[in-house]
């Protein structure tokens, strides 16, 4: 379900690194659009962690620490609750 949620809002790349920060050329002097990329990208994570918190149990939000960071958020929930049970579907992710 998550997969599918994230999907639909194209950021399912946060998760799976197929789309990464955009970087700098020269970070001394950023163009514009370097910065509308890299803020744009920080927008959609931001985002992402948020869809994703909003949708787990209350129980669960315990696990997130303080990441922010969607795909590190999606590896901590599934060390803690997909690895330690037999009988949850991971494919739902």
Known sequence: MMR???????????????FK?????????????????????????????MEISFRIADFAK??????GDPKATRELLEKRFVQSSMTCNQSSW
């Open 4 to 18: 599918t949620v994230l999907l639909s809002l194209s950021q399912w790349g946060l998760i799976t690194d197929t």
């Open 62 to 67: 315990s696990v997130l620490s303080n990441t």
């Open 21 to 49: 920060a955009p970087r700098f050329a020269d970070s001394a002097n950023p163009t514009a659009s370097e910065t509308s990329a890299i803020e744009a990208f920080e927008v959609s994570s931001i985002s992402a962690f």
